[in-house]
């Protein structure tokens, strides 16, 4: 079976996007990594950051088959700490003795978990990941979103989140 982990940002850890990425890794019994928890700072082009938690964490994510990207729509885009994880994939791509980690990143199925107050997950949203997975070599395996504009109603998407479970369990 293909292993899989969950890369997690959001303003607050047990609120909608928390309630339904928990809800997915207990049932595949995979790990959640809240980004927040981590020290993470801003891309930097003099790199003068590569002490912090980025390198260890992106070695220890490259061990999985399946990547797990899980977020709230905040103004059609991501929550922060995930937006600095994913613009310090650019160090994979710029540092000598990096770049074959960034080659580890191909071939790799990134799936989205998310949450808005939409009726399905904004296009500008959806795009800026799937065009980021296309451009880093990854497959796209598919997107869970739900509409949680009365918050999370868990029992709605009870049959959305088997589907993908399934698609994640191949
Ligand atoms: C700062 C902020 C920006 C938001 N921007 C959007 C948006 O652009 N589109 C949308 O549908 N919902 C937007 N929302 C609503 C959230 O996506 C929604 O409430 C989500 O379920 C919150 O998840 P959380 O509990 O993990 O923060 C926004 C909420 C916040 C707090």
């Keep these: 079976m293909l292993s899989t982990i969950a890369l997690f940002a959001s303003a607050r850890r047990s609120g909608n996007t928390g309630q339904l990425v928990d809800r997915i890794a207990d049932e595949l ?4 990594v809240d980004l927040a928890q981590k020290s993470i700072s801003p891309f930097d082009y003099e790199h ?15 061990g ?11 103004w059609y885009a991501v929550a922060p700490p995930m937006k600095i994880f994913i613009d310090r994939i650019s160090d994979l791509l710029e540092l000598p003795d990096l770049l074959n980690q960034g080659r580890r990143l191909r071939g790799k199925t990134a799936y989205i978990v998310c949450t808005s107050i939409y009726h399905e997950t904004p296009v500008p949203f959806l795009d800026a990941f799937r065009e980021t997975f296309g451009y880093l070599g990854m497959e796209y395996g598919g997107c869970m979103h ?23 369990r191949g």
């Design 29 to 32: 019994q995979i790990e959640v």
């Design 146 to 168: 739900a509409n949680c504009v009365d918050g999370y109603a868990a029992a709605e998407y009870e049959e959305d989140i088997k589907n993908f479970i399934n698609r994640v």
């Design 64 to 74: 999985f088959d399946q990547i797990i990207f899980s977020s709230p729509v905040y």
């Design 48 to 62: 003068k950051n590569r002490s912090d938690d980025f390198e260890p964490l992106m070695d220890y994510v490259l």
